[in-house]
C-alpha cells in the first residue's frame, strides 16, 4: 500500500516522528489542508525519506533532550538531501533543537521550562511569518524543556516568546525552518494559519491531494493486486471501516469479493438484522452471515479476566473465518488469496512506535484489529485500501461510494463486542439482554435529544453489582449499569460528554422504568486517558 502515497503525483509532506503525543495531529491537519501527508519513524534511513519525493520535511517534537546520549537524530547527509533539492524543512520544538545541534548552533536546558499557552511576538519582516495578520502577539502551546542559546550560522530568529526566549527561527535561503511551539494543537490559537503560510507561502506547495483521487488510485491499486481471477474475502463488523474497505474492493473486483459477517451473540439489539439489511439492501455487497453465537457463547461461559475474554473471541472469530474460506473454496474451486480489511492510518501509527519508547518498530498492526490475529494457515495476504487514511477521510470517502449517511455516522463498535461491556463472566444472569435494552434505550434518546451525532461513542456497561433500590413500591436488589458518552477528533485520546443534567435524568428514568433488572445508573466522567474507551 505504500504505492498509495508514492504514486500520488502532487506533493508530499513527510512528518517525522520523534515521540510528540501530537505527531499525528500534524499529518491530519497538512491532509485537512489539502495536502498528501505521511508520517514515519524519525530514525528511517535517508532513501525512505527520498523515497516520498518530499516537498517539505516537518521534524516532529518529542520528549528528548538533544543531549541525551542516545536520543534521536537525523540521517546522515539528510540536510545535504534538503538543500540540493530544494526541500523546505521545518522542525517543531524537538525538530527546532535538531536542527539548531545538528547545524551547529546550542542547546541546553531552559532556565525554566516552557509549559502551556504563552504569547508571542513574531518579529517583523519575517519569511516564516510574513508581514500580514500572522505578523502580532500569538497565543501558542509551549511544551519544552530544553532552549536553542545560539543559533546556526546563516540562522535568524524569527518570533520570541515574551519572556525574550526563541520561539522560531529561519534560515530561508537553506530552506530551515523552526517552531518552540506546536502549531498543529488548538491550544494555538491561529494555528492553523500558521501551517498554511508554511505549506502554501514559506513553501509553495498546491493543495492537490482530493479524496476523489485517492479513490481512483486505489481502486487501480487494489485492481491489480488482487489480479484478473483471484478471490478475496472480507470480515465485516457492521462499522465504518470494514464496510468502506468492502464497498471499494467491491467496486474493484466486483463479486470475486466474499463479506462475511459474524454473529457472536456479543452483539446489540437486534443488530445482525440491522447490518444485514444495509448490506443487501443499500450497498448490494455480498455478505454471508454466519451465525456462531452458541460457539462464542459456549467458550466464554464461566470466564472473567478480559485478556481471556478477548483471546477466545479472537480464536472463535478465527475459526469462523476460516470454515467460510472453505466454503468459499468448495463453492467457487478456489481458495480466497486475499483478506481485506479496514486497517486505518491510526493503527498503522500505533504499531510503529517512534524511536525512543523502547518499543521496536514492530511494522504489525495492533492485534486488536484483526480480532486477535491472522490465521497463518490461512495463508492470506493483505489487502487494505484504508491504511493510509484517517477516520473522518474514511467516512467522506465512503460518501464517495454513496454508503449511507446513516452508516457512515454510527459509533464505532468493538470487535469483541458487548463482551467488553459486560465486566465479568458475559453469560451471567440476563447480562447480555440487560445491556442490550438499556444502550438501545440511551442511544435511541441520544437521537431522539438531536446528540447522536456529536458524540464519538455511547453505550452502556453492565456492572456486575447488586444495588439496594425501590421499583414498583417495592425493595429490589437489582443491577447497576453505567453509561458512557465521548467526544474524540480521532478516537486517539477522548474527553467525556457533559450532558445537560435533564437529559440525564430521563435516560435514568427510562431505564429503570422500562428494564426490570437495572435499578441504578452511574454516568462514566473519566476522560481516556486516564481511562481507556471501554472498560475492559
Ligand atoms: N461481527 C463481526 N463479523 C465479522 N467480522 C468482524 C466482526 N466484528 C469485527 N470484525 C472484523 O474485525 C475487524 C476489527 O474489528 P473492530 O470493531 O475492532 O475494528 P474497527 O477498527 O472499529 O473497524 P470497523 O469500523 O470495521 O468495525 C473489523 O474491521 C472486521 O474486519
Redesign the pocket.
Known amino acids: 500500500m505504500e504505492q498509495a502515497v508514492s504514486k500520488h503525483r502532487g506533493n508530499v509532506v513527510v512528518v517525522l516522528d520523534f515521540g510528540s503525543q501530537y505527531t499525528h495531529l500534524i499529518t491530519r491537519r497538512v491532509r485537512q489542508l489539502g495536502v498528501c501527508s505521511v508520517c514515519l519513524p524519525g530514525t528511517v534511513p535517508l532513501p525512505t525519506i527520498t523515497s516520498y519525493a518530499p516537498s517539505l520535511v516537518i521534524l516532529s517534537g518529542g520528549p528528548h533532550s538533544v543531549h541525551e546520549p542516545g536520543s534521536p537524530s537525523l540521517p546522515p547527509s539528510f540536510f545535504e538531501y534538503t538543500a540540493t533539492h530544494q526541500i523546505t524543512v521545518l522542525g517543531i520544538c524537538y525538530g527546532l533543537q535538531l536542527i539548531v545541534k545538528v547545524l551547529g548552533g546550542h542547546v541546553k536546558p531552559a532556565v525554566s521550562q516552557e509549559y502551556g499557552r504563552m504569547d508571542v511576538l513574531p518579529l517583523s519582516g519575517s519569511r516564516l511569518f510574513g508581514d500580514g495578520p500572522l505578523c502580532t502577539r500569538l497565543s501558542v502551546w509551549m511544551s519544552h524543556g530544553d532552549e536553542a542559546v545560539k543559533l546556526p550560522d546563516g540562522f535568524s530568529i524569527a518570533c520570541k516568546s515574551l519572556q525574550g526566549g526563541i520561539a522560531a527561527i529561519e534560515n530561508p535561503s537553506l530552506g530551515i525552518y523552526g517552531l518552540q511551539f506546536h502549531p498543529e494543537v488548538t491550544h494555538t490559537a491561529r494555528g492553523t494559519e500558521i501551517l498554511k503560510q508554511i505549506l502554501f507561502n514559506v513553501s509553495e506547495i498546491t493543495a492537490d491531494w482530493k479524496l476523489q483521487d485517492v479513490l481512483q488510485e486505489q481502486l487501480e491499486i487494489i485492481k491489480s493486486t488482487i489480479g484478473p481471477s483471484e478471490h478475496a474475502i472480507?470480515?465485516?463488523?457492521?462499522?465504518?471501516?470494514?464496510?468502506v474497505?468492502a464497498t471499494m474492493v467491491h467496486k474493484a473486483i466486483g463479486d470475486r469479493l466474499h463479506c462475511?459477517?459474524?454473529?457472536?451473540g456479543l452483539?446489540r439489539f437486534k443488530e445482525r438484522e440491522r447490518v444485514m439489511s444495509t448490506f443487501e439492501t443499500d450497498l448490494h455487497l455480498p455478505v454471508t452471515c454466519v451465525d456462531a453465537s452458541e460457539k462464542f457463547l459456549g467458550k466464554l461461559k464461566g470466564v472473567t479476566d478480559p485478556e481471556e475474554k478477548r483471546k477466545i473471541i479472537g480464536r472463535e472469530?478465527i475459526n469462523?473465518?476460516d470454515e467460510f474460506s472453505i466454503e468459499v473454496e468448495e463453492k467457487y474451486g478456489s481458495r480466497p488469496s486475499f483478506l481485506v480489511?479496514?486497517?486505518?492510518y491510526p493503527?498503522v501509527i500505533e504499531s510503529c512506535p517512534p524511536p525512543g519508547t523502547g518499543k521496536g518498530h514492530s511494522h504489525t498492526i495492533k492485534s486488536?484489529?484483526?480480532?486477535g490475529g491472522l490465521p497463518k494457515e490461512m495463508q492470506l495476504k493483505l489487502v487494505e485500501p484504508l491504511r493510509w487514511l484517517f477516520k473522518d477521510e474514511v467516512r467522506k470517502l465512503g460518501e464517495l461510494l454513496n454508503v449511507p449517511q446513516g452508516f457512515l455516522k454510527r459509533h464505532?463498535?468493538?470487535?469483541?463486542?458487548l463482551a467488553v461491556r459486560i465486566l465479568g463472566d458475559v453469560t451471567q444472569g440476563d447480562a447480555l439482554e440487560t445491556v442490550r435494552q438499556v444502550d438501545e434505550i440511551f442511544i435511541n434518546s441520544l437521537r431522539e435529544a438531536g446528540l447522536y451525532d456529536s458524540i464519538w461513542q455511547a453505550f452502556a456497561v453492565f456492572l456486575p453489582v447488586k444495588t439496594v433500590g425501590v421499583q414498583g413500591d417495592r425493595r429490589s436488589h437489582s443491577n447497576a449499569v453505567a453509561l458512557r458518552a465521548i467526544t474524540s477528533e480521532d478516537g486517539m485520546t477522548a474527553d467525556w460528554y457533559q450532558f445537560d443534567s435533564k437529559f440525564l435524568a430521563e435516560v435514568s428514568a427510562k431505564i429503570c422504568n422500562s428494564v426490570r433488572s437495572v435499578n441504578r445508573i452511574v454516568y462514566d466522567i473519566t476522560s481516556k486517558p486516564p481511562a481507556t474507551v471501554e472498560w475492559e
Not at 472480507?234 to 464496510?243: E, I, M, N, Q, R
Not at 486488536?368 to 480480532?371: A, E, F
Open positions: 472480507c470480515a465485516l463488523s457492521g462499522g465504518v471501516d470494514s464496510t474497505a462475511v459477517f459474524v454473529d457472536n452483539l472469530f469462523a473465518f480489511q479496514g486497517t486505518l493503527d486488536h484489529h484483526n480480532v464505532p463498535f468493538p470487535g469483541p463486542g
